[in-house]
């Protein structure tokens, strides 16, 4: 009943920016904390960014200062601003939604390549 679709990846040059967007759509109300992940090839995905449903953040350390993660309650959209982006960025980043019922939604992901 929650639906996911992110949007924004592509290509970029090391030190550039990126700013990824998750829409979310149908029973948005029952969405608690979001959060964007990432997988690269061969590697387990991991979280990059959280953010609880009163605004609340927290990262994993590699992108501490360099990644912003916000929402728009109004819009139903949660947003991952990306500076100084690195090519150990590249991967494909997938949103995410926590429901108040533990339930979790995913997006299909978004690619995002760094160039080396």
């Known amino acids: 009943q929650v639906q996911l679709v992110e949007s924004g990846g592509g290509l970029v040059q090391p030190g550039g920016s990126l700013r990824l967007s998750c829409a979310s759509s149908?029973?948005?109300?029952?969405?608690?904390?979001m959060g964007w992940y990432r997988q690269a090839p061969g590697k387990e995905r991991e979280l990059v960014a959280r953010i609880t449903r009163g605004g609340s953040t927290n990262y994993v350390d590699s992108v501490k200062g360099r990644f912003t993660i916000s929402r728009d309650n109004a819009k139903n959209t949660v947003y991952l601003q990306m500076n100084s982006l690195k090519p150990e960025d590249t991967a494909v980043y997938y949103c995410?939604?926590?429901?108040?019922?533990?339930?979790?939604?995913w997006g299909r992901g978004t690619q995002v390549t760094v160039s080396s």
């Open positions: 995410n939604a926590e429901r108040f019922s533990g339930i979790i939604e």
């Open positions: 149908g029973n948005i109300f029952s969405i608690n904390h």
